[in-house]
């Protein structure tokens, strides 16, 4: 899936969190977004995702192939859903339920049949680590590592051609974090989905990013192709890592 955005513009007050004139992200690319606290990484997602309305501007989401393709406006159809997995918070989650209750309502939600979701969620033990089905607790009573991974394992389970992972890294031991790392690239692969993360761990960004855009008060200052690691040198530089 393509994303086409202009002239995107929000605002809080006389703050503005997001100002993109213009920006274009590729079918199939792994974009790893990055940026200071409030540089305006997770108010660009929830643009995205129409969970915020934008002051200007506007977001198209492309799909298809070369021969035939559909242009979805996020904000004006609701076509892009069935298309796309999102977590961004502990709020997409329904957390008096237990993980396969959610799992299931997700597949649900997705016209995905039982054996189906078993298959998928297959897919995903490694990133489980033994530490999320089978546990007889609701969602709430899990650590925020293991409420992390469900997340990402819910918005994987309609094998999406858009996954937007915001901060997914957070809160998840250094194995896990590696898991994490290569379920994302081994998917990319597979499926040619394109994938958006945002994250403060600069190392596996970019380890897992084919392009990085650098965000500073709601500006997009680099856009970096990142063809084996080319983009540390400059990011470094920028944090002063």
Do not use: C
């Amino acid at each position: 899936m393509e994303i086409k955005i202009q002239h995107l513009i929000k605002k809080f007050g006389d703050k503005t969190a997001v100002d993109i004139p213009d920006f274009f992200i590729r079918s199939g690319e792994i974009l790893g977004l990055v940026g200071n606290n409030g540089a305006g990484k997770t108010t660009l997602f929830r643009l995205l995702l129409d969970l915020l309305k934008a002051d200007e501007g506007w977001v198209n989401y492309v799909t298809g192939d070369a021969g035939e393709t559909t242009t979805i406006n996020p904000a004006e159809s609701e076509d892009w859903k069935p298309l796309t997995g999102a977590f961004i918070d502990d709020g997409f989650l329904i957390d008096f339920l237990t993980p396969e209750e959610y799992f299931e309502f997700v597949a649900k939600a997705n016209n995905i049949d039982g054996k189906t979701l078993q298959q998928r969620l297959e897919t995903l033990t490694a990133l489980m680590g033994g530490e999320i089905l089978e546990q007889k607790k609701y969602i709430r009573d899990f650590s925020a590592g293991n409420k992390q991974k469900i997340g990402i394992i819910g918005a994987m389970i309609n094998q999406p051609q858009l996954l937007i992972l915001d901060e997914p890294f957070n809160f998840l031991d250094p194995t896990s974090q590696n898991v994490l790392k290569h379920t994302l690239a081994d998917y990319n692969k597979q499926t040619g989905a394109t994938i958006l993360i945002s994250s403060h761990n600069l190392q596996y960004t970019i380890d897992i990013s084919t392009r990085i855009a650098l965000l500073e008060q709601g500006l997009i200052i680099k856009d970096l192709p990142n063809d084996e690691g080319a983009a540390t040198e400059e990011l470094e530089n920028y944090f002063n890592v």
